[in-house]
């Protein structure tokens, strides 16, 4: 995976930040790590998550929300993801987690495909320098090849790009200046343009991942096309 530079946000991206769930876990831990799971698989139901066999969402997550920040024990925690409301677990995993440190727990893949996996990805999310943003970017699209993520500043015209990216790769979070993006998609191969969403903010201080999410070529009954979702990542949520 290469990249040199990253400023992109699609316009029509929604803010998918549930903070309904937060402090679920019970306080008063010394020891505290925060993880956020993201629903990212385009063509999975709704599902609970269990954090050491307790469920610890409220309502279904469903494509392609997330929990917010839940502050977890550090330590080996098991995380399982059910399918709503059952108990046929399609993802189980136990996962380390470091006192003090964020992570980001995407369930990426396809059903239709056998493929359900979880994407583990530590967060960063010390401060931008003053009048910068951070931003990282994710594949998450199962039957989408490799793609390049070229961004153009509105003001000034730079461009900045990820090369190469395949299914569940991911780069860390990259400073850029605050400012308007617009934003291409392409594939590596033969730089044919997938998705080109004009005109996103992003704020002096803010913290965004971006995903590549849904379908190349959805399944029969499935409308999860090609697009991209952005979270974002607050140390308060």
Known sequence: MRFMVLAV???TMLV???EDDDDVMPPGQDD???????HASPDATGVDLLVD???VNSTALVYPENTGYLTVEAGTRNFKVNATGTETTVIDVNQNLMKDQSYSIFASGSVMDSDLQPL???????APANGNAKIRFVHLSPDAPAVDVVATSVATGDQAMFEDMSFR???EF??????AYDLQVLLTADGTEVLNIEGQALQSGGIYTVFAKGFVTPPEGNTNMLGAEIIENHENK
Do not use: H, W
Request: charged share 30%; net charge negative; glycine share 4%.
């Open 169 to 171: 790769e991911f780069t």
């Open 32 to 38: 505290e790590a925060r993880v956020m799971v993201v």
């Open 53 to 55: 066999d307790t469920k």
């Open 9 to 11: 946000m699609p316009a």
């Open 16 to 18: 998918s930040c549930d």
């Open 120 to 126: 583990v990805i530590t967060d960063d999310l010390t």
């Open 174 to 179: 990259i400073e850029v200046p605050a400012g």
